[in-house]
Structures are given as C-alpha cells and as structure tokens.
C-alpha cells in the first residue's frame, strides 16, 4: 500500500496537470469581434483528434511492450516459474 | 518505482486528460451559445418538403436564404409537420426542427458565396430532395451573389420564390 506522504506527494504533479488542462481549455478564447462556428467546431474536433490519437498510441506502445515483455521466450522468463513472494500481490 | 506508484501516475494522467477534454468541449459549446446583440432573426420553418424563412421585416422566402457577410444571425427553427433538422454542413450549423417548439441557433458567416441548406433528419418520401440555397452576400458595395467562391456545391433552383407578406 502506498503511504500517505506518497500520495500527498503524487498529487502535487497530479493537480498541477488537472489545473493546466483547465488553463489550457479555457485559454482558446476567440480575439474575433464575433465567434465562428466553423472555426471554433473543427479547432475542437481536431484538438480532440490529437488527444484520441496520442491516448491511442500510448496504449498500442503499452500493449506491444507487455507482450514483448512477458512473451514466455523472453530470456528473463526462462526456467523461473516460482511464484513471486507476495504472491503477486504489490508490496 | 513501484508498481503502485506507476498506476497512480497513470490514474492522474488519464483524470487530467479527461477533464481536458470535457472542460475544452464544454467551453467551446458555451462560447456558441451565445448570439450577438445586434444580431438579426430568421424563423426557420420546415415542412416536408421545403424550407421557409421569415426575415426581420416580414420577407419570406422559400428555398432560398440571402444573409450579409459578417453580420451575426440567429436563426429560429420550428417545423409544421414532423421532425426535420437545419443543416448548413459548410458553417456547421445543425439543429433539430420540432413541431412545436423553437430551437435556436447563431451564425456568422465569413464568407460570401453559395451554399447548401440540407434537411439532415429522415422526414418521408422527398428527404433528400428537401434542400435550400444560402446566399452569402458581400456588404453593401460588394459585388454581391455574383462574387462566388465556393460553387462546388450543387442546390436545385426549383421552388427558389420569394413572396412578400
């Protein structure tokens, strides 16, 4: 389990890109006298585009990695098959 | 690092992303509520199968829309008979046309030229035949309907009459 100064810790880099995110959404005010739609709807559905595809990439990297990984002739897989300590458990 | 400590990196990265996402769309949405002041009103009226606009000094017109280039415009949209929906795909308005009840939608359009209004919810036999052209005008002084810079988009002239209340 994770001790409570961890996460006090851990929230700090947490809350900073939660606050960012905020910023940054909030941050597109248009300087146009009027609002376009057009420009405003696709500046959203291309920015939303880049956050899918960036989400999509870091999960086909994660997916490609656990199965190199953990494939069974992976040479850190080899003739160990004690269960760890824990049990699996975390620490 | 501890397994633990990666997870909760990762829980805290995909909060932050998602409330991106969510507080940049719903902003977005907020900014397109609001209409200008001085912006004029057009009811907008569905039937099956054609378009009616009334504008502020009592003008209709069915079939075709003449706005001003740069000048906001909110379009009241209602329907006669069932459900339709106002598309103008190329300013990316989009609103559902109710009998009985009046949605609104603002639009300012940037450019001047011809472009199409698209029924874009089933309504019967004839949805797809029930189209309208937008004309986008230049200010006063401009060359006017002849100065097109889009025209790729083909709108049938049938039913394109004005009438005077």
Known sequence: MVSHSAIILLLIPVLAVFLLGIESAFAQESTEQYILRRVEIWALFYRLMVVAFVIGAVVMGSIAYVVWRFRESHPKNRGDITPAKTGGAHQ | ?165
């Open chain 2, 1 to 165: 690092v501890g397994h633990a400590t990666i997870e909760w990196v990762y829980v805290g990265v995909v909060i932050a992303i998602l409330v991106y996402v969510g507080a940049d769309a719903w902003n977005i949405e907020r900014l397109l509520e609001e209409t200008p002041e001085n912006a004029e009103v057009i009811k907008v009226t569905g039937a099956q199968w054609l378009w009616t606009f009334e504008y502020e000094d009592g003008t209709k017109s069915i079939g075709e829309l003449r706005l001003t280039k740069d000048k906001p415009y909110r379009f009241e949209v209602t329907s006669v008979d069932v459900n339709h929906a106002f598309n103008i795909p190329d300013f990316t308005v989009l609103i559902d046309a109710i009998p009985g009840r009046i949605n609104t939608i603002s639009l300012v359009p940037d450019q001047s030229g011809e472009y199409l209004i698209q029924c874009r919810e089933y309504c019967g036999f004839s949805h797809y035949q029930m189209r309208a052209k937008l004309i986008v005008e230049e200010p006063s002084g401009g060359e006017g309907g002849a100065n097109v810079t889009n025209a790729a988009v083909e709108v049938p002239s049938k039913g394109a009459t004005a009438i005077a209340s």
